[in-house]
Structures are given as structure tokens and as C-alpha cells.
């Protein structure tokens, strides 16, 4: 199975590079790709990384 990483420095939509790049997670994911969401931030939690990836990681944990 194809797999996409998404590198962003946020995992919150707090302005348009951040939104496109969860738009597009979940869009891929929808397509049945595994996608990998990662940040440097603390992230968003575990309901909301569940909704635009198949996996996310944000400072060292993953979810």
C-alpha cells in the first residue's frame, strides 16, 4: 500500500498552509492511502489526528 508523509510545523489549522495540508490528508487517506501527518508541534490530540490521517506524529510521539 502507498504510503504519504506530510511534514507541516503545525497540526492546528491556524492559517492556510496548515489547513491545505490537512485537507489534503484527509483527501489521500479518502483515496485509501496511508498517510502520515507530522509536526513540531504539541498537537492536536488523538480525536482530531484521527479524522486526517491514518497516523500522526508531533514532537517525538505518535498517535
Wanted: charged share 20%; with cysteine.
Amino acid at each position: 500500500m502507498p504510503k504519504v508523509v506530510i511534514l507541516n510545523d503545525a497540526s492546528v489549522a491556524r492559517g492556510g498552509a496548515t489547513g491545505l495540508a490537512l485537507l489534503q490528508a484527509r483527501l489521500l487517506r479518502a483515496r485509501g492511502l496511508a498517510v502520515v501527518f507530522a509536526s513540531a508541534d504539541r498537537g492536536a490530540g488523538p480525536r482530531r489526528c484521527a479524522t486526517s490521517a491514518s497516523r500522526c506524529i508531533w514532537r517525538g510521539r505518535s498517535r
